[in-house]
């Protein structure tokens, strides 16, 4: 099922040369489907291989958190240009507060991952005096998230930097848009409630009117932003009341051991 008034979207130009970063599944493999089909050339890079079989299509497998990552994706593009970037990778989990090097790899990838393909990409759009960077950020960018701190706070940063970087550019012909989906039915929607969630279909829907359209900022559902407005409110007010100090576990000792 489309959603209503998108499915109007014009088709855009057969012309069109876009970078799908993170598409081996989910949004980004959907989004690379349907531009093939609506004639646009496509690389994509993921740290997978990819199911797709066109001739406009050439695959890379590449992690966005390889240390060597612009210097090959620069090798990937060489000489030619891309018009658009939209940039899928992304990851999620569970807080383990005995080992923390998951929370820095999320920010690796949903961050510092989205920096360095606009590291490349970006200066050659400027150049040219046009093109699109779209980043895949999340209506969590505003909250509070206990468990799983790392998403949304690395979300929170994306959002705030390509819509800070999209205001600069815009005066020099680029473009760049926050795309702030809410719950899209793929393997990152974990949680035991997800309401108003799109389907895959719906979320690419979406991506093609942000592809046409080309807002600094898009949000959707709608009646997920409501939502996640009165989660924020709840959040903000939980940190306001952890004001006193830390209490230990309740099987700590709170005082020191008489040795008499």
Known sequence: MRILGLSSVPMLSRSCHALVIGNSDGIGLHSTRRLLDRGWKITGVSRRASPVVHARYQHHVLDVSDRAYVEKLRAILGQEPVDTCIYCAGIGGPLDPQDLRSEVHVFEVNLMGALRTAEVVVPTMVAAGRGHFVVLSS???????????????????????????????????????????????????????????????????????????RPLRLT????????????????????FLARGPASPPSSAPTSEPDIR
């Open 139 to 213: 209506q969590a960018d505003i909250l509070v998230v206990v468990e799983a701190p790392s998403y949304a706070a690395s979300k929170a940063a994306m959002s705030s930097y390509f819509e800070g970087l999209g205001l600069a550019l815009r005066p020099r012909g680029v473009a760049v848009s926050n795309l702030r989906l809410g719950f899209v039915d793929t393997k990152m929607a974990r949680a035991t409630m997800r309401p108003f969630m799109y389907t895959l279909d719906q979320a690419v829907d979406v991506v093609e009117r942000v592809l046409h359209k």
């Open 220 to 239: 959707r559902p709608l009646s997920t932003a409501v939502l996640v407005r009165l989660l924020c409110w709840l959040g903000r007010w939980r940190v």
